[in-house]
């Protein structure tokens, strides 16, 4: 990292997050960190969970919010507050600027999801749908932060936003005696450094690790440069994170403190959801499930038994999409399986070729006849059959039997 860069002056510091702290403490739920015993076998480490997917609003965005909400001026409050954001900022404003009886207006993106429109809506604000992406939305949030003097308050540019952010840490120190490293996502930096401050100047010999989805590792980048930087668009599953450049405030806070940044792609992040969801009977959406992620594909540089902190920092995630990550993880796990098997077109082809299936104990959910495509012969038939198995060896073993019986298949899924 450049000299110029860690010696850069940063705009938070341990009192700021102390004093927030004070300031949202009985508005903010104090969330569990709870010893996690099968991701400690799963990773090597000794892994507790602080599960701030939890809060009210579904993660931990409102720490923040509530900050920079509480420190306004009644002048201030009187013209109300607007942001820009597509998910769970949108809601933490939303929510407790509500409860305060100050008028908040979020302005969201056109393809924003409606379940998110109405989510936010149903906390009180007024909603805005404007623009084709975040930047054009966060500009019409500019306009109307001047046209009507309002407060805008960013999701994670601001030292105030940062400070409410921090507290986390503080709540993991004190939760976790002997802690030794804490992992967290990093989209903005807001969170990190929140974090990392808190930690670092409490705890410096805690080792603060972040995590970013290899699509937009704006932190990383801006690292490596030197500055921050801004990267081209990419979609991902981790859309909490999904931040094309780090903030101005946020990169010298971040270099100053975090030892370490690490990226996960889609399916690492995809299968730490499914993980999470079947093993810890909780529910994060993408962003909040890349820390655990890093650990469970062993990217950091951790030595095995560290008692380690890993923030699971939000639970917004879609119902349909989450269908199609728990099907994802069950093909990485080898526990669903599609195969394309050519038949001759007789009776009795089918039956032969489910006895096969049922002596290995894997389970037909759906099935799809083809006579036309997939190169079939005159007189043959292909066969699309999904089948539930207990794991990749059952998987194997079906497909050896496959083969020994003559069967020509193909792996589709």
């Given at each position: ?397 079906l497909l050896l039997a496959l083969t020994a019986a003559g069967y020509n298949y193909t792996r589709v899924l």
């Amino acid at each position: 990292m450049p000299a110029t860069v860690s010696e850069a002056r940063v705009d938070v510091s341990l009192e700021m997050i102390r004093a927030a702290r004070e300031r949202i403490s009985g508005e903010i739920f104090l969330s569990p960190c709870t010893h996690s015993q099968a991701m400690s076998e799963r990773t090597g480490l000794d892994i507790y969970l602080k599960l701030d997917n939890l809060q009210m609003t579904g993660s931990f965005k409102e720490r923040g919010a509530l900050s920079r909400i509480s420190t306004l001026t009644s002048e201030e409050a009187a013209r109300g507050v607007v942001a820009a954001s597509a998910g769970n900022h949108a809601q933490g404003v939303a929510y407790h600027a509500t409860r305060r009886g100050i008028r908040a207006v979020i302005v969201m993106p056109l393809t924003t999801p409606l379940v998110k429109v109405q989510a936010t809506r149903n906390f009180g604000a007024e909603v805005v749908l404007h623009g084709a992406n975040y930047d054009e939305a966060c500009a019409e949030a500019m306009r109307l932060c001047e046209a009507e003097g309002m407060t805008f308050i960013h999701p994670f540019d601001d030292p105030l936003v940062m400070a409410g952010q921090g507290t986390i840490g503080l709540e993991m120190l004190e939760q976790i005696p002997g802690l030794e490293a804490i992992v967290a996502p990093i989209g903005g930096g807001g969170l990190i450094g929140g974090i990392a401050c808190a930690v670092k100047e409490v705890a410096p010999h805690v080792r603060v690790i972040g995590v970013q989805t290899s699509r937009l590792p704006s932190m990383a980048a801006a690292m490596e440069a030197g500055h921050p930087v801004t990267l081209e668009p990419s979609t991902t599953i981790a859309d909490g994170i999904a931040v094309r450049r780090s903030g101005d405030v946020t990169f010298p806070v971040t270099a100053k403190y975090v030892d370490e940044i690490v990226r996960v792609d889609e399916d690492e992040i995809a299968s730490a959801i499914l993980t999470l969801l079947e093993r810890e009977k909780t529910l994060a959406e993408g962003a909040g499930a890349t820390a655990l992620a890093a650990l469970m594909q062993k990217r950091t540089s951790l030595p095995q038994g560290t008692k380690t902190a890993v923030l699971v920092s939000g639970g917004n995630i879609d119902v349909t999409l989450l269908s199609r990550i728990i099907e994802r993880g069950l093909v990485q796990d080898g526990r669903l399986i599609r195969l394309r098997i050519h038949l001759l077109d007789k009776p009795g082809a089918l039956t032969e070729l489910t006895t096969i299936i049922a002596a290995h104990r894997a389970n037909i959910v759906d099935t799809l006849y083809n006579r036309a495509y997939y190169g079939v012969n005159l007189g043959d038939t292909a066969i699309d059959i999904t089948m539930e198995t207990r794991g990749r060896q059952q998987v194997e073993e079906l497909l050896l039997a496959l083969t020994a019986a003559g069967y020509n298949y193909t792996r589709v899924l």
